[in-house]
């Protein structure tokens, strides 16, 4: 806190002019906070310890921090938490471990902890497991789709090793099962929402799809989507072979703007990516400009819309910041990964970072939680593991904020852990 005062109050301003001739002259030591005060002007009284040159013993100063405004008052504990973590990124401390004991505030909403004996490198993973990644992503889109406000183009990445497609762990039925849940996600509350998945690129013998997309189109159309008559959700699918029948609430497509129809909501894009001699950029944008005029919202799932260089030319120099700006364009509503030591691939996972949309209030910034991953026991039938926040950012943070917080090996905790059971269901996103 002795950081926030000297960054947002006038004794860090006293302290550098009285410094400036003679460094050490005039030290502020500790901080205490004396009263937050609700009212209509918030802010908080604190008490700062200085230590003089000269005097034996340390002065005390005063001063206030302003609260930052809240549109609807301070009704909540979560409310308060807000403010402080706001505060807490103002005073320029990326490594302060303020934010951590801040996301644990007595009365808070717990939006942030992960359960206990994920084993996330053992795969397949348990329907807890796989279940807690659906509801997840599909409370971020819905509540991105809830509160957007200009430009509808969001993103999600969620990369644990069964849907992460550079590893050969990934699994296309999780991500298919993703994708169905997150589109019940919306139809159940009756919106149409497009599933589509990139066709085939290229000319003439160089005509293809990425292979981690190869038949995923067919295999999406063909799984159990409990839309047959007498399931439970009967209708949402139309399965009639006519041409002029009626779309159902869920529909399938491809990556253009022939797909996109006037009554669609949502439009889901699966993995779209390039390929050596063929880019996804001109008919992924041609599909979000068809998108925008019709209102509907464009989510892509993992994309991966970096340039493949190649002899032909294809996504050259010519035309790489539009490219690079477009794939910018699209804002991250939801984040998940593992991390490892720099000098391994997979194992150990010494940790993760994650950030949902639907964790924060709608006219907040969402914020990115380091988690550092502990662990008990010698194997996964004897043993736990947790997911310990030690970190949060406003920002995506880069490795050279996250590798203070995470060790290069795995701390093995010395006392036997409680496991939290796995939940099927998630309201944090």
Same mark, same amino acid.
């Given at each position: 806190?002795?950081?926030?005062?000297?960054?947002?109050?006038?004794?860090?301003?006293?302290?550098?002019?009285?410094?400036?001739?003679?460094?050490?002259?005039?030290?502020?030591?500790?901080?205490?906070?004396?009263?937050?005060?609700?009212?209509?002007?918030?802010?908080?009284?604190?008490?700062?310890?200085?230590?003089?040159?000269?005097?034996?013993?340390?002065?005390?100063?005063?001063?206030?921090?302003?609260?930052?405004?809240? %549109?609807?008052?301070?009704?909540?504990?979560?409310?308060?938490?807000?403010?402080?973590?706001?505060?807490?990124?103002?005073?320029?401390? %990326?490594?302060?471990?303020?934010?951590?004991?801040?996301?644990?505030? %007595?009365?808070?909403?717990?939006?942030?902890?992960? *359960?206990?004996?994920?084993?996330?490198?053992?795969?397949?993973?348990?329907?807890? &497991?796989?279940?807690?990644?659906?509801?997840?992503?599909?409370?971020?889109?819905?509540?991105?789709?809830?509160?957007?406000?200009?430009?509808?183009?969001?993103?999600?990445?969620?990369?644990?090793?069964?849907?992460?497609?550079?590893?050969?762990?990934?699994?296309?039925?999780?991500?298919?099962? #993703?994708?169905?849940?997150?589109?019940?996600?919306?139809?159940?509350?009756?919106?149409?929402?497009?599933? &589509?998945?990139?066709?085939?690129?290229? $000319?003439?013998?160089?005509?293809?799809?990425?292979?981690?997309?190869?038949?995923?189109?067919?295999?999406?159309?063909?799984?159990?989507?409990?839309?047959?008559?007498?399931?439970?959700?009967?209708?949402?699918?139309?399965?009639?072979?006519?041409?002029?029948?009626?779309?159902?609430?869920?529909?399938?497509?491809?990556?253009? =703007?022939?797909?996109?129809?006037?009554?669609?909501?949502?439009?889901?894009?699966?993995? *779209?990516?390039?390929?050596?001699?063929?880019?996804?950029?001109?008919?992924?944008?041609?599909?979000?400009?068809? =998108?925008?005029?019709?209102?509907?919202?464009?989510?892509?799932?993992?994309?991966?819309?970096?340039?493949?260089?190649?002899?032909?030319?294809?996504?050259?120099?010519?035309?790489?910041?539009?490219?690079?700006?477009?794939?910018?364009?699209?804002?991250?509503?939801?984040?998940?990964? #593992?991390?490892?030591?720099?000098?391994?691939?997979?194992?150990?996972?010494?940790? &993760?970072?994650?950030?949902?949309?639907?964790?924060?209030?709608?006219?907040?910034?969402?914020?990115?939680?380091?988690?550092?991953?502990?662990?008990?026991?010698?194997?996964?039938?004897?043993?736990? $593991?947790?997911?310990?926040?030690?970190?949060?950012?406003?920002?995506?943070?880069?490795?050279?904020?996250?590798?203070?917080?995470?060790?290069?090996?795995?701390?093995?905790?010395?006392?036997?852990?409680?496991?939290? *059971?796995? %939940?099927?269901?998630?309201?944090?996103?």
């Amino acid at each position: 806190m002795l950081q926030w005062v000297m960054k947002l109050t006038d004794v860090g301003k006293t302290a550098s002019k009285k410094n400036a001739w003679s460094n050490g002259s005039w030290k502020p030591r500790e901080c205490a906070l004396t009263e937050i005060v609700l009212g209509p002007a918030p802010h908080m009284l604190l008490t700062v310890s200085v230590e003089e040159r000269g005097k034996n013993e340390r002065t005390s100063v005063s001063t206030t921090i302003r609260l930052p405004p809240s %549109p609807y008052g301070y009704l909540l504990v979560d409310d308060l938490r807000s403010a402080l973590l706001k505060l807490s990124f103002d005073s320029g401390d %990326p490594l302060s471990n303020t934010r951590r004991q801040l996301l644990q505030l %007595p009365g808070s909403s717990d939006t942030w902890s992960l *359960p206990d004996d994920l084993w996330l490198n053992s795969t397949p993973y348990t329907r807890e &497991c796989r279940h807690l990644f659906y509801s997840e992503v599909k409370h971020a889109m819905q509540a991105a789709v809830a509160n957007a406000d200009g430009p509808r183009l969001f993103k999600v990445t969620v990369s644990p090793p069964e849907l992460n497609m550079e590893m050969d762990s990934y699994r296309v039925g999780t991500l298919l099962e #993703l994708i169905r849940e997150a589109g019940f996600g919306f139809a159940d509350h009756g919106m149409r929402v497009r599933c &589509c998945v990139q066709g085939s690129m290229g $000319e003439g013998a160089f005509t293809g799809v990425p292979r981690v997309l190869s038949g995923v189109r067919k295999v999406m159309s063909m799984m159990d989507w409990q839309a047959n008559e007498g399931e439970e959700r009967e209708g949402f699918i139309n399965y009639s072979q006519e041409e002029d029948a009626a779309e159902g609430l869920i529909r399938f497509g491809a990556v253009g =703007a022939d797909e996109v129809q006037p009554d669609d909501d949502v439009i889901i894009v699966i993995a *779209p990516q390039s390929m050596v001699g063929a880019s996804i950029y001109e008919s992924l944008r041609a599909m979000t400009d068809a =998108a925008a005029a019709v209102g509907a919202t464009v989510i892509l799932i993992n994309p991966l819309l970096q340039d493949r260089q190649s002899s032909s030319g294809v996504m050259s120099v010519r035309g790489r910041s539009e490219r690079m700006a477009y794939a910018d364009s699209f804002k991250e509503i939801f984040h998940f990964r #593992l991390l490892y030591s720099g000098t391994t691939f997979m194992f150990p996972i010494l940790g &993760c970072l994650r950030m949902s949309c639907a964790a924060a209030p709608a006219d907040q910034t969402p914020l990115y939680v380091l988690y550092q991953r502990r662990e008990t026991g010698l194997r996964i039938g004897d043993g736990h $593991e947790s997911y310990t926040p030690v970190g949060v950012f406003d920002a995506e943070p880069g490795s050279d904020l996250i590798t203070p917080y995470i060790p290069r090996e795995v701390e093995k905790l010395s006392t036997t852990v409680t496991a939290t *059971p796995t %939940p099927t269901t998630t309201t944090s996103g």
